[in-house]
């Protein structure tokens, strides 16, 4: 069995980490780079960060922030948001990513996702989406843009769509769920565990490690957590240790 990771999240506007509940009321949090490097020294296993209003803006890709993460963190880390074409994966990976994650712009260009892995690896190639319950109906539709548009698409669907077009693994983020710190969708988790062998990663709604344990037992391979981390609600250390007490494999 692959052991879990715990992976604090990072939504940065304006340069800044920001937090909300369900994309809204974003609060500060602090210096992505600075809260990043002390991730790092409590034992996260990644960092991944999201550059959260540059596909909306039309902005250029993060390649600045993943430079100064090179200089100071030294775990593994994803950067995302803004990145439209390989070239721009290629420059975040130069500029010191280990991954770059893409979400709105593989929706549009399905084939980024196959030119990103046929250049860089599927290693390299992290398919990030944003999803919503169906309103009236069942399962998930797919969000872009920071969670402002409905695509319709069906969510499960397009991640097992993406796996075969060369992605390495999946963030799953519930829009329902984010900032709620109620616990993961484990519906949508078990859902598309059981659609993939792909490694999930699982997100939004982490509030406490016993929801972390109840994600990988639905079938994650990873959970991501923003808020409990950010507020001092829980230190990576005191996660891991609660999960491997629990009997959760942790690195």
Not at 87 to 115: C, F, Q, W
Not at 203 to 230: K, N
Request: proline share 3%.
């Amino acid at each position: 069995m692959l052991l879990v990771r715990i992976i604090p999240c990072l939504d940065v506007d304006a340069g800044r980490v920001v937090k909300g509940t369900q994309f809204k009321n974003l609060r500060d949090a602090g210096d992505p780079v600075e809260l990043a490097a002390l991730y790092d020294r409590e034992g996260a296993d990644e960092i991944v960060f999201y550059d959260i209003t540059a596909s909306h803006e039309q902005r250029n890709t993060a390649t600045a922030l993943a430079r100064r993460a090179a200089e100071e963190v030294f775990i593994p880390y994803t950067i995302g948001g803004g990145v439209r074409t390989a070239d721009d994966m290629r420059a975040m990976l130069r500029a010191g990513s280990d991954k770059v994650s893409i979400n709105s712009a593989a929706v549009k260009t399905p084939n980024l996702i196959n030119e990103g892995a046929e250049r860089f690896g599927s290693q390299c190639v992290v398919l990030s989406v944003d999803v919503k319950r169906r309103e009236g109906g069942s399962g998930w539709e797919v969000y872009l843009n920071g969670g402002r548009l409905n695509t319709e698409m069906d969510a499960v669907e397009w991640l097992v769509e993406g796996g075969k077009r060369g992605a390495g693994e999946y963030v799953l983020n519930s829009m329902d769920s984010d900032g709620m710190e109620s616990g993961y969708d484990l519906e949508l988790i078990s859902e598309v565990a059981g659609r993939t062998n792909l490694p999930i990663i699982a997100s939004g709604g982490a509030g406490h490690p016993d929801h972390m344990v109840a994600a990988v037992e639905a079938g994650g391979s990873a959970v991501l957590a923003a808020s409990i981390f950010h507020f001092g609600e829980y230190t990576v250390r005191e996660v891991k240790e609660h999960m491997s007490k629990a009997g959760v494999p942790i690195r």
